[in-house]
């Protein structure tokens, strides 16, 4: 089965900081990865959309950048943080098998003071 | 703006009691998935019902579609307190590609 992993759990940066979030992504190959950023109690925002390595589509011109370097590995980055980057942090997978349906890993709290 | 928008109400209810949330969207849909997710966690999914189907079944949830309203409702029966959590609605149609957007979230609170 998938399980993906993300790291770190929480993290606290002050404004105009670097970013790096990572996700890792375990049983399966050449994967559909999200990133999705949620808000305090709103819905999730899909922020970038891989197919494959190096192949990211961007939903929302913003402050953020995703890399792939390698099949199951999705980063997310911002080379200066803004207060309105504060947010959980969701990396998804799309299930082996199906066009539709999500696995999410655990996400990262990120606190920008 | 993202397609999904669930009835934004909290929705607090005593254990037992059944538990139904709506959702509508906005263009024409291949599928419409219901996720949940308990606080501070990732989502997990919980049911998936096709642009045919109009109503579907998984154990104590209930899902029902209206595509000529373009609308969803998902229902929990006999809830527990281990169902509190939030409910997205999540449709395929808006961004295509394999691509999901979610609606706001509908918060359960069971209380025991």
């Known amino acids: 089965s998938q399980t993906i992993h993300q790291w770190p759990a929480t993290l606290v940066q002050p404004v105009g900081s670097p970013l790096s979030l990572e996700c890792t992504v375990e049983?399966?190959?050449?994967?559909?990865l999200y990133w999705y950023r949620q808000a305090a109690g709103r819905g999730l925002q899909l922020l970038f959309y891989?197919?494959?390595?190096?192949?990211i589509s961007s939903e929302v011109p913003q402050n953020l950048s995703a890399s792939r370097p390698q099949d199951r590995q999705f980063i997310l980055s911002s080379k200066k943080l803004l207060l309105s980057d504060s947010g959980f942090y969701l990396c998804?997978?799309?299930?082996?098998?199906?066009?539709?349906?999500?696995?999410f890993g655990p996400g990262t709290r990120l606190t920008v003071t | 703006s993202q397609q999904g928008e669930e009835d934004p109400q909290a929705l607090s209810i005593q254990e037992g009691e059944n538990a139904t949330m709506n959702c509508s969207y906005k263009?024409?849909?291949?599928?419409l998935q219901w996720y949940r997710q308990n606080s501070g966690r990732g989502l997990v999914h919980l049911i998936l019902?096709?642009?045919?189907?109009r109503e579907k079944h998984s154990g104590r949830l209930r899902v029902t579609l209206d595509t000529s309203k373009k609308s969803s409702s998902l229902l929990i029966t006999a809830s527990r307190a281990a169902d509190t959590a939030s409910y997205f609605c999540?449709?395929?149609?808006?961004?295509?590609?394999?691509?999901?957007?979610f609606g706001k979230g509908n918060q359960v609170v069971v209380i025991p």
């Open positions: 998804a997978v799309l299930r082996q098998g199906s066009s539709y349906e999500q696995y």
């Open positions: 049983g399966t190959s050449n994967p559909n």
């Open positions: 891989s197919v494959g390595i190096g192949q």
């Open positions: 263009t024409s849909i291949n599928n």
């Open positions: 019902i096709r642009s045919n189907e």
């Open positions: 999540a449709t395929d149609a808006y961004y295509g590609n394999n691509r999901l957007a």
